[in-house]
């Protein structure tokens, strides 16, 4: 019997351990924030300096919800997942969203 109690002993007190590691790695990693530009590399923000049109790019909208429902700031308004395919070289527009509700 003592036999049978060390060899259940070692892997309890293995995976006790392990998991203990896990959970002290999980919850005390630092949070990560997006940092600035770097100097001289921050984009403008004026977007009539930036192409308008899409070149090269597929646009195929896979899925939409009318948000209308959600009050009068929302009518008109699309929630939509769509699939970008960018070619080599390709140009998608910049664009802004403060337009949106």
């Known amino acids: 019997m003592a036999s049978k109690t060390i060899a259940l002993q ?3 007190k293995l ?3 392990l998991g203990l590691l ?3 790695a999980a919850f005390s990693v630092a949070p990560v924030f997006a940092g600035e530009c770097p100097a001289g590399q921050a984009a403008t ?3 009539q300096e ?3 049109k899409p ?4 646009d195929t909208v896979l899925a939409g919800i009318d948000l209308s429902s959600k009050g009068e ?4 308004n699309m929630l939509r997942l769509r699939k970008l395919v960018v070619q080599p070289g390709g140009v998608v527009p910049w664009h802004e969203h ?3 509700p």
Not at 73 to 76: C, I, L, S, T
């Open 55 to 58: 070149v090269g790019v597929t």
């Open 50 to 52: 930036h192409p308008s």
């Open 15 to 17: 995976a006790l351990t």
């Open 73 to 76: 700031a929302w009518k008109g």
């Open 45 to 47: 923000t004026d977007i």
């Open 98 to 100: 403060n337009v949106r």
């Open 22 to 24: 896990t959970a002290t």
């Open 10 to 12: 070692v892997p309890m």
